[in-house]
Nanobody, 120 residues
Framework: VQLQASGGGLVQAGGSLRLSCAAA????????IGWFRQAPGKEREGVSC????????YYADSVKGRFAISRDNFKNTVYLQMNSLKPEDTAVYYC??????????????WGQGTLVTVSS
């Protein structure tokens, strides 16, 4: 079982990035997927999640209106489009099947994380 997060990088404030979470070894259609982030010296926080069928989503207040989550179950991939990035969005971003507002899954797996750095 693997969750592979990718797409992070260095971007200037106001810029955009799209993160991808590729799932392997399980059927992602049976799982809601969440994105969490952890900034240096801070606790991990939930950012967004999407239901297993993609018909509902949740966003933290800090990213609402700027981030958009989507999924392509044919490609076994969940995306996080991040626009109008701010320096405070700098963090390592993780995708996961951990319990979120979008559902409680049978199993919990975490991806390895991808670093997003937003310069001012």
């Amino acid at each position: 079982v693997q969750l592979q997060a990718s797409g992070g990088g260095l971007v200037q404030a106001g810029g955009s990035l799209r993160l991808s979470c590729a799932a392997a070894g399980f059927n992602p259609e049976d799982y809601s997927i969440g994105w969490f982030r952890q900034a240096p010296g801070k606790e991990r926080e939930g950012v967004s999640c999407i239901s297993s069928r993609g018909d509902s989503a949740y966003y933290a207040d800090s990213v609402k209106g700027r981030f958009a989550i989507s999924r392509d179950n044919f490609k076994n991939t969940v995306y996080l489009q991040m626009n109008s990035l701010k320096p405070e969005d700098t963090a390592v971003y993780y995708c996961t099947t951990a319990p979120t507002a979008c559902g409680i899954n049978r199993r919990t797996w975490w991806g390895q994380g991808t670093l997003v750095t937003v310069s001012s």
